[in-house]
């Protein structure tokens, strides 16, 4: 029988690019492909044929059966991790079979992750383990339908074979679409080479990409380093707004996009602590909860750095204009964090002191270890009935301190010109009932990798797609964990 030809219409632009940005090579072919998960939904948005995919879905997602316009290939980068320079990374685990131009007119990357050994994999087997598959799965997806610019999951099939860690582990290939992986090690990786007109190749592919606009600046690269920082500002902004923790910010992880990218040993806080650290491999907690904008505006120096030859050909001239760049970044980040603090707390106004009463609310939940979501989505109902105070009152130990504050909260809404209901819909808006808990996502993986059980995992997903709407049905999984289900480490998939 003949096979129908498969196409997924690309356009391939970082395949464009000169040899030296990437390395052209298949994706190594898996034994017994299973499916696991297939996101209909993205792969319409992305103009993709159903139908094509339903026929096939295990031999295209395993990468064993490639569309016919495919140009796969492993992009080059380098990258700071943990502060030290590494000069030559890249995909050592990841094809990219190409773009897409979907349905909105957005440009997006398809990428398979777990794909096996390319030039850049080192003394790695280029597979992935079927739980840090999951866990991107879930992960990612919950981050899209909390309104957090991310990359996506489009599937997730097992491979038949076993991957070795401590372990024998099962083996699992991931299909992730992203609006596209440059990152700053991209950057780096040309820029450590004294490549300097490749990173003008590589800037200008971003500036086409993300940021057109760029183009009729009287320095477009200046302005693509304002772009990128803008971007991560409120995107750690939203980070920190939802209790989450990337657990490995290293330049080869954070996307030009500013997008998220790359779920490894992250995890949502439970209880609020800014000194909260998930990652096994963070040992010296350089990237805890509360040290990600630093780290964020330390990583766009690295970029101002790779950008300084087109700045300015003048290193005096190049250095003072990036330096005011990035020194803005703190500045940018308060912007957003105030505005969101703002909806999470449900003002529409802003006053002086907004700051002051949303620190004084984070002091009292660090002291009492209050739980981070429930503490906010109990105060959507006391901002629209008064009686459900007690409700939050009942998640502190001590009362003292969060009375004092409930009174100056009061008294701020009291100037606000909204109505109980309106605020009250403004803060569910801003302030989701369900997060992927961290011991529900390990529950959700033990079954499917331990037992074969992906019911939890497909249960969990279906929960995390409507992560603002009350689902009485499911109001277990909106609780925090019991002592003895509490998760303290976080593992790095590789």
Not at 11 to 22: C, E, K, T, V
Not at 139 to 147: K, N, P, T, V, W
Not at 191 to 198: L, M, V
Not at 413 to 424: E, F, G
Request: hydrophobic share 40%; charged share 20%.
């Amino acid at each position: 029988m003949t096979i129908p030809a498969l196409n997924f219409g690309f356009d391939n632009s970082y395949r464009r690019l000169p040899d030296h940005f990437h390395a052209r090579l298949d994706p190594v072919p898996v034994t017994a492909p299973q499916p696991i998960a297939l996101n209909r939904s993205l792969a319409e948005t992305l103009g993709l044929n159903l139908a094509d995919i339903d026929s096939d879905m295990a031999t295209i997602f395993s990468g064993n059966r490639l569309p016919e316009d495919a140009e796969p290939i492993a992009a080059a980068y380098a990258g700071h991790q943990f502060g030290q320079f590494v000069p030559q990374l890249g995909d050592g685990r990841a094809i990219l079979l190409g773009e897409v131009v979907d349905r909105t007119g957005q440009r997006k990357d398809i990428q398979l992750k777990g794909s096996g050994r390319t030039p850049f994999s080192r003394s790695g087997d280029g597979r992935a383990a079927l739980g840090p598959v999951l866990r991107e799965y879930l992960i990612s997806e919950a981050m899209y339908a909390l309104g957090i610019p991310t990359t996506r999951s489009l599937a997730a099939v097992t491979t038949g074979e076993p991957v070795y860690r401590e372990q024998a582990l099962p083996g699992a290939i991931l299909t992730r679409v992203a609006a596209s992986h440059i990152r700053i090690g991209t950057f780096q990786f040309f820029a450590a080479r004294g490549d300097n007109e490749a990173v003008r190749q590589l800037a200008d592919h971003v500036i086409a990409r993300h940021y057109p606009e760029a183009n009729d600046a009287e320095n477009p690269y200046l302005v693509l380093l304002e772009r990128v920082l803008d971007r991560q500002a409120y995107l750690v902004t939203r980070w920190l707004q939802v209790g989450f923790i990337h657990g490995v910010m290293n330049t080869d992880n954070m996307a030009v996009s500013g997008e998220t990218i790359d779920y490894g040993p992250c995890a949502f806080m439970d209880h609020y602590d800014p000194a909260m650290v998930f990652s096994s491999i963070d040992q010296g907690g350089r990237y805890a909860f509360a040290n990600q904008p630093r780290i964020a505006q330390w990583n766009l120096a690295r970029l101002a750095e790779t950008l300084l030859p087109l700045i300015n050909t003048d290193p005096e001239q190049a250095i003072a204009p990036a330096t005011d760049v990035i020194n803005a970044f703190s500045e940018r980040f308060e912007d957003y964090w105030q505005e969101g603090m703002r909806c999470k707390l449900g003002l529409a106004t802003a006053e002086p002191d907004d700051s002051t009463l949303t620190q004084e609310l984070f002091n009292a939940m660090h002291r009492d270890a209050t739980d981070f979501t429930l503490t906010f989505r109990e105060l959507c109902a006391a901002a629209e009935e008064p009686q459900s105070e007690v409700t939050v009152r009942n998640l502190f130990g001590n009362s003292q301190p969060i009375d004092t504050w409930i009174k100056r909260w009061r008294e701020r809404l009291a100037r606000d010109p909204q109505t109980p209901n309106q605020r009250a819909a403004q803060m569910r808006a801003a302030n989701p009932a369900f997060i992927p808990r961290n011991h529900r996502v390990e529950q959700a993986l033990s079954a499917a990798v331990e037992k074969g059980d992906f019911q939890p995992f497909e249960t969990l997903r279906q929960i995390l797609e409507n992560p603002y709407q009350d689902q009485p049905a499911m109001a277990a999984y909106a609780e925090p964990p019991l002592p003895s289900e509490r998760v303290y480490q976080t593992f790095c998939g590789t």
